[in-house]
């Protein structure tokens, strides 16, 4: 038999282990009864559970003495004085930016990405385009323009084309041409740019000029020609922008009707996934 006892009551303690005390409720009186520890540092009397310092004055002494130690810049070796990581090796930001250890980080985030995306190839002019592996079976047009003249070539040309009233059928195949013509009656105008050409003529804002034609919101009312010119801007080297900029819309905003380019696109889209049933 063990003779071992509680360190509280003095009840023995039978079982084998290091234990002493006989039970929960012992080991909590107990520690009720010992006298209150106080920060060790001198001028503050916080309680504490363990021996040290409370957490302020933890925090001043991590400040003052662990982390106070001066440290040499990796790149322009000035002296300095971490703020509260190990890890940091570098005096500023430029320091950092300009070193060889942020180019390796960026180089292995480059490749991270890389190796997250797939090839897909376009429905139209057969390019490899590289895409997220969420969106492979999404994404099947390298750009909008390819978009247009995939449906164009498969929709459009097989029902009439009212180009010089108000009322489009067929959008894909009206924005897909060399030449765009004014819809607006009595006007023969012809060009790249139609809504540039009905704000500027007729006084008809582009936003407004969507919602009569039917086009979507987001729809840019130029040629294809245009559409690329604008397209290969923003990728060029001049620019150093890799995509466009991205818009935040508000989508707390309601959502207006859906208009008749985007009606025509879910026919279109639903034809060719179900096969027109």
């Known amino acids: ?10 009840t023995p303690i039978s079982d084998k282990g290091n234990r002493r005390f006989c039970s929960r409720q012992c080991f909590t009186a107990w520690r009720r009864d010992q006298p209150k520890r106080t920060c060790r540092e001198d001028g503050c009397d916080k309680p504490v559970d363990a021996r040290g310092r409370c957490p302020n004055c933890y925090s001043k002494y991590m400040r003052k003495n662990a ?6 810049c990796e790149r322009c070796g000035k002296p300095f004085k971490p703020s509260g990581k ?29 190796s997250l995306l797939r090839t897909n190839q376009c429905l139209h002019c057969e390019r490899e385009i590289k895409v997220r592996q969420c ?5 099947k047009f390298c750009c909008r323009q390819c978009y247009r003249e995939y449906y164009a070539l498969r929709y459009d040309r097989f029902f009439a084309q009212h180009v010089d009233v108000e009322e489009i059928q067929g959008y894909d195949a009206f924005l897909a041409t060399e030449t765009l013509h004014c819809p ?20 008809i804002q582009a936003a407004k000029l969507k919602e009569m034609l039917g086009f979507n919101a987001g729809t840019g009312l130029v040629t294809v020609g245009m559409a690329r010119e604008l397209s290969e801007r923003w990728h060029s080297q001049e620019n150093k922008v890799a995509c466009p900029p991205v818009v935040q819309h508000d989508v707390t905003l309601p959502r207006g009707p859906i208009r008749k380019e985007g ?12 096969g027109g049933e």
């Open 67 to 72: 982390l106070g130690k001066t440290k040499d």
């Open 263 to 274: 009606i025509e696109h879910f026919k279109k889209a639903r034809a060719i996934t179900y």
């Open 86 to 114: 190990k890890d940091q090796r570098f005096c500023s930001v430029d320091c950092y930016v300009g070193s060889d250890a942020h180019k390796a980080n960026i180089a292995k985030e480059n490749d991270r990405r890389e």
């Open 184 to 203: 607006v009656q009595g006007c023969d105008w012809s060009g790249v740019h139609l809504s540039q050409h009905c704000n500027y003529v007729h006084g």
């Open 135 to 139: 969106e492979v079976d999404k994404t």
């Open 1 to 10: 038999m063990s003779s071992r006892q509680c360190k509280y009551c003095g």
